[in-house]
C-alpha cells in the first residue's frame, strides 16, 4: 500500500532535511512525499533544495504564508497514495510509527488511523497547561462528535486516500485537527488509535500553537460539529 506524506512546513531550517530523511527510513517501501513550504523567511527553502531529490519527493512553495491548514489542502489533490497521513516539520512526532498505524487501513479495518500521545508509549513531558488544554479540546470534541477519542489535538491522522481527497477542508491555520475529526464523524468514518511516542517541542526550538490557537479551536469544534 502506496502511503503519502503531507508535510507543511514554516520556518523550520533546523529540522526539515532530518523529517524528510526520517520519513524516508520509516519502514514503508512505497512513499508519496508532498512538502508545502508556505513562505518561510528563513533558510527553510535553501535546506529543502539541498534534500536528495527522487520520484518520491514533491516540493511546493507557496508564494505568501496561509497557514497549516491551507498547506495541507494545496497538498490534497497531489495525493497519490492509498492512505495519506500529516507529519509536521519539528521532529515532534516520529515516522517510525507509521507501519503500526498504516496496519489497520491495510487489513480493511479503519477509514482513519490516530496516533495518540496519551495511550501507553514513551513521551518527552510536555507541560501541564499543553496537556490540560489538549485535554479539554479533545473532551469538547467528543462531546459533540460522540467519539472516544484520548488526543484528537494529534498531528498523526492517518487517512483512506480517497476518503481524504473528497472532503471539503476550510481551515487555514490550526483548525484542521477539529474540522477533520468533525468531517469524519459525520461521515460515520471507522477510527482506530494506536498509541505513538511525543518529543514535545518547548517553544524556545521554535513551538509555534498556542493559547489563541486553542480558543479557535474550541470555535472550530462548534462549528464543524454542530452549526454544519
Known amino acids: 500500500m502506496k502511503l503519502s506524506v503531507i508535510i507543511p512546513v514554516y520556518n523550520e531550517e533546523a529540522t526539515i532535511a532530518e523529517v524528510i530523511n526520517r ?6 517501501p512505497d512513499l508519496d512525499i508532498i512538502v508545502v513550504n508556505d513562505c518561510s523567511t528563513d533558510s527553510t527553502r535553501a535546506c529543502l533544495e539541498a534534500v536528495p531529490p527522487g520520484p518520491d519527493l514533491r516540493i511546493v512553495h507557496h508564494t505568501a504564508n496561509q497557514g497549516k491548514g ?12 492509498d492512505a495519506v497521513i500529516i507529519q509536521d516539520a519539528d ?13 489497520p487501513i491495510e487489513k480493511n479495518l479503519a477509514d482513519a488511523v490516530f496516533g495518540s500521545r496519551y495511550s501507553g508509549r514513551e513521551i518527552l513531558v510536555d507541560t501541564f497547561w499543553h496537556y490540560f488544554g489538549n485535554k479539554v ?3 469538547l470534541s467528543n462531546i459533540f462528535s460522540n467519539l472516544h ?16 481527497k473528497k472532503m ?10 477539529p474540522e477533520v475529526t468533525a468531517k469524519l464523524a459525520k461521515a460515520r468514518c471507522r ?12 517553544y524556545h526550538e521554535g513551538k509555534k500553537i498556542g493559547w489563541k490557537d486553542g480558543l479557535a479551536a474550541i470555535w472550530f469544534i462548534f462549528k464543524y460539529n454542530v452549526l454544519e
Open 91 to 103: 521532529l515532534e512526532y516520529s515516522p517510525s510509527e507509521f507501519p503500526a498505524m498504516l496496519k
Open 23 to 28: 520519513v524516508r527510513r520509516c519502514g514503508i
Open 137 to 139: 479540546l479533545t473532551t
Open 168 to 177: 471539503t477542508l476550510e481551515c487555514n491555520r490550526f483548525g484542521f485537527e
Open 191 to 202: 477510527i482506530y488509535e494506536v498509541p505513538i511516542s511525543y518529543r514535545a517541542r518547548p
Open 149 to 164: 477519542l484520548t488526543d484528537m489535538e494529534t498531528c498523526y491522522k492517518m487517512l483512506r486516500a480517497d476518503i481524504f
Open 70 to 81: 491551507a498547506a495541507i489542502r494545496t497538498a490534497q489533490s497531489m495525493v497519490a497514495g
